[in-house]
């Protein structure tokens, strides 16, 4: 007994509650009064297993664990956040009850991806489970574009990649069909049509240039202060060379007034620097990728874990 005592590190008071409670159980057990044994357990144990807990190296898992379902604590903020900076605090509420939870958990699952990567693919599954029930439901058309360009960017295989961004360009038309003056249908559109033109080349997406043109100016002309939309533009420009309306430092300009507008999207400080890579302004790509790299607060830290400070990183080892 002493062994066990000394082993598990329980104080002696605590011991014996716990060895009269084991006792009383097994005597009470015996005598079918299994109700009573619950209650007498739930009274002499509860202050012990409080004290167990307390001091245990497990908690802090349990706790992670919890506030992932919870919706509780720190994300429910990032949820409050996430809501207001895609415009859905204002419309998500007018859904029928069952519908508004379904998004706000699904919304939850894909902004904390960095904490556990299936919630992403969970996420995917809420959002369509919503569209079976609302076939027009612009926040789930908008969830799912913005879900399927990440599956897309985080494949290392271009096949998957053509997969992923593909739908995430069907979902987005079909956004742009119900919700128009959606800023958001446009940049969605864009950026997931704009990464199929980056895996088949400049030549094979000639064709889709004045569409893409024209759907990242749609989203600034429908929000000038869009910190998404022109860095999105910038990524267009670093990749079109100057005869097809692009170059290097109409990127430069875009990247900068992303910026300008939002100095917490850190996607922009990230696309900059690679385009001073180009340009061999080493100088302020490292500046930008330090930047990257200090960041405390981000605009999207799932977005900044996963994708935007592991390329910084990455980036700045290979031009020290």
Sequence with gaps: MHFLRAKFNIRTKDFLKLAVVVILIIIIFFSSKIALATFLFNILFANFTNNVLEASPFTLTINISTAQTSGKGEISKELDKYLKLRGFSKTIDTYAPNISKSLKDGIELFINRHILPSNLQKSIDIFMNVLNSDPKNGIAYHMLSASYYWIGTYEAEPANQLKAYQKGREYAEKLTEIEPENEWAHFWLFTNLGMLGKINGVLKSLPHLPLLKREIEKC????????????????????????LGGGYEKAVKSFKKSIDVDPTYTRAYLELSKTYIALKNFNEAKKCLIKIINFKEPKYPADFFTYDLPQAKNLLKSIK
């Excluded at 002309?221 to 005869?243: D, K, R």
Aim: hydrophobic share 35%.
């Design 220 to 243: 600034i002309e429908l929000n000038p202060n869009s910190s998404e939309g022109y860095s999105a533009q910038g990524m267009m420009f670093h990749e079109l060379p100057a005869y």
